[in-house]
Every structure is written in C-alpha cells, then in structure tokens.
C-alpha cells in the first residue's frame, strides 16, 4: 500500500515537472524569438555575410615560403619578415598584462573591504550597506569600453584610461561577487565566537574569513584572466596596451601584422589561462602547481 501511493505522489512530482519544463521552454523560446524579431536579427543575413569573415582570415595568414622561412628579415615570406614588429609588439604586451595585473590587484584589495561591508551578516549598517551596493551596481552596470572611452576623453591616450576603466568595473563586479559568498557563509563559527565575548572585526577575521577566503582567490584569479582579455579590447579606443596596436594595423590594413598580433595575444592568454589555473588549485586546494 504504501508503495502504490510512493509510486502515485512520485509520478504527480514527474509530471508536474515535466510540465514546468515545456512551459518555461516555450516561454524561452518565445521570448528568443521575440527580442531576435525586434532587434531585426536574420539568420539569412548572418548566413549571406559569413564567408566574408573567413574571406578577411583569409587576408591575414601570412606568406610564408618555406625555403626562406628562417631567412633575414629583409626577406619576404620567412618568419623574420613576419615578425618585424615584434619588438614593438611584446613590450605592448607586457604592458597589456602589467595593466591587467594592477588593475586586478588593487580591485580585490578594495573589493574585500567593501564586500565584508556590503554583506548581510556582518552587522555593518543598513545605510552602508545598501549605499555601497548601488555605487558598486552602478560600476558594473557600465562596460568597461564605455569607462574606456569617458578616461580617454579625459586624461588623453594612454594607459590610465584602461587601468581606471579595469579597476572600476573590476570592483563592482568583484565586490557584488565576494559579498554574496560572504552572506552564503555558515554563522555558526561566528555564533560560537559571540558566546565567547568577540566583537564584529573578530568574527569576521575567525569566522567568516577562513571560509570565504578560497571563493575569494577564485575569483580573483578568474578576474585576472578576464582582465587581460579585456585590455587588449580597451586598447581600440586608445587606452593602452597592445590592443592599439591591433587597432593600427587593421586600420592600416597590415594583414600580416593583424595575425602577428592576434597570435601573440592568443599565446599569452592560454599561457596566463595555465598558470592561474595552477596557482588556483595550488592556493586553493593545496595541490602542487
């Protein structure tokens, strides 16, 4: 008996989920459909234009001669001739990642003190709390490339532009991030610690500290990576990096350099993907890197 109205309630549960499941897919649906109506997007026009992307791919795979591949760089089709911007280039480079790294650095720095204030469970006031979640809102509402753009008509070309336009959006996104884990800690360590006579900074140094921290390298060191990512985007409009690069040579239509230079950023991004993959499992997880 008791296995038949199991059996009964479990497959009402079955099928009321399977209901939710169509209904929300086809509310989805609708609305994918819905939004692609009203931004006029068409398939037939992707579909059209697409070969004319692989036809410029195609522009910017270097000549390359193999009998000449290791030749002077004043010879056409060797890796030399292809590469004569490099030593423009890996400096951009190294700045591209230096200011990813600064960025980053000083927005987690920032972005714990903020988010130890933001947080529910720490008893900081209401005032404070809800004051320091719109402005970091606001920060993260509005996308890196258009704080790119307001710096560089400010401060001029440079890399200033790109590292306050990281550092901005970083905080606001970091802070929203380590708050939320921080509410999703357990309050039972702080609970233990307020029967012993522990203040507000004790508790959360003791108590919540320890536990949030591995969420908070976590997504530092995602950040990083989605730093530098981005400011090889910011350098288009000016604000530093090898990005301005790239920029100038699609503008100039230097095909070869456009590959030289995309390489180059795809090189360092698996590179630092690899190592702050490493350092996260060793930080993290105390495994060796």
Known sequence: MQNTEFERYYQQIRGRQKRDTVL??????????????????SLTTVWSSLPH???????????????????????????????????IQLPLIWETLNLALAATILSVIVAVILAFLAADNTQSPVA?????????????????????????MAFGIGVIPGFMALALHTIGSLTKLFYEA????????????????????????????????????????????????????????GAGGIGQELMTNIKLDRYDQVSMTMLLIIVVVSLLDTLSGRLRRWVVEGKAA
């Open 24 to 41: 929300w897919s086809l509310v989805l649906l609708a609305l994918y459909l819905a939004s692609g109506t009203i931004s006029e997007f």
């Open 128 to 152: 404070v709390r809800y004051a320091i979640r719109t402005a970091v809102a606001f920060l993260r509402t509005m996308p890196e490339l258009a704080w790119a753009v307001m710096f560089v």
């Open 53 to 87: 992307f692989f036809d410029y791919l195609a522009e910017t795979v270097p000549v390359l001669h193999w009998k000449m591949l290791f030749a002077d760089g004043h010879t056409e089709g060797s890796l030399a001739y292809w590469g004569y911007r490099l030593h």
């Open 182 to 237: 921080i509410e999703s800690a357990s309050d039972k360590p702080g609970r233990g610690l307020a029967s012993c006579g522990a203040g507000p900074l004790q508790r959360m140094r003791f108590a919540l500290w320890p536990q949030v921290k591995p969420v908070f390298l976590s997504y530092s060191f995602m950040r990083l990576e989605v730093n530098f990512r981005q400011s090889t985007i910011l350098g288009l409009v």
